[in-house]
């Protein structure tokens, strides 16, 4: 009788877990996942955060030694790239309007190959308040002269004085900019560093431009 018993509560104890785990816990209730599947939120061009009013997101890529090509994102359009098809060796830029944030032009210029009167006549005559987006792509300099880098430090860089043959480079500047640029990185062609063989690596750099207010007359 003893074991007879032992059956029947180890039957009553088997049966009321079986009940148990069918009917979620005995509290009338279904359990449901514990986490929400939580995504990242996407701002524009990929930042990591949104811009504030009346400033503009941008992404700039340099291109991948003389393979992948440079790319320039602004408020989440791509500008230039090589799926547009609208890059080339050497220097890639992008003129924006300072004001309305609405592009105005984009072009490439071969540094290595062609002729710099071309960035010349290009880069003279911008009206005050233009941003000027730039993104190398295998070499931006062997063709740059001394008014060229004059022009482009005028738009508020630095190292453009010192860029030099396959240096990678990203910049952006502005047509009567007072001071130097915060957004500019350069990434110097050296044997001993470079990623891929006779290439230093791409860079990246994104950021938040604030609008100019208008001109006045």
């Known amino acids: 009788m003893r074991f007879t018993g ?6 009553v104890g088997f049966t009321l877990l079986l009940v148990n785990s069918l009917f979620g ?3 009338g209730e279904s359990q449901g ?7 990242p939120r996407r701002y524009k061009c990929g930042l990591s955060a949104p811009c504030p009013s009346k400033h503009l997101a941008f992404r700039l890529v340099s291109g991948a030694a003389n393979v ?3 790319k320039i994102c602004l408020e989440d359009k791509m500008l ?6 609208n890059v080339g060796r050497g220097l890639n830029i992008a003129l924006v309007n300072g004001v309305s944030g609405e592009l105005l032009e984009t072009k490439s210029f071969d540094m290595w190959a062609g002729d710099v009167s071309d960035l010349l006549k290009f880069l003279r005559p ?3 308040g233009t941003l000027v987006f730039v993104a190398s792509f295998d070499d931006p300099a062997s063709k740059l002269n001394d008014e060229s880098r004059r022009l482009f430090e005028e738009l508020g860089s630095t190292a453009v004085k010192d860029l030099a043959f396959r240096d990678s480079w990203v910049f952006v500047g502005a047509k009567g900019i007072e001071n130097k640029s915060p957004f500019e990185q350069r990434m110097k062609n ?21 609008l100019r207010p208008p001109l006045e007359n």
């Open 25 to 27: 816990g005995g509290n």
């Open 33 to 39: 996942p514990t986490t929400a599947e939580v995504r």
């Open 126 to 128: 911008l009206h005050e």
């Open 190 to 210: 050296s044997k001993t560093g470079n990623k891929y063989e006779g290439w230093p690596e791409s860079l990246e750099m994104d950021g938040c431009i604030p």
């Open 6 to 11: 032992l059956a029947v509560l180890l039957l």
């Open 68 to 70: 992948i090509g440079p």
């Open 80 to 85: 230039l790239s090589s799926v547009k098809n």
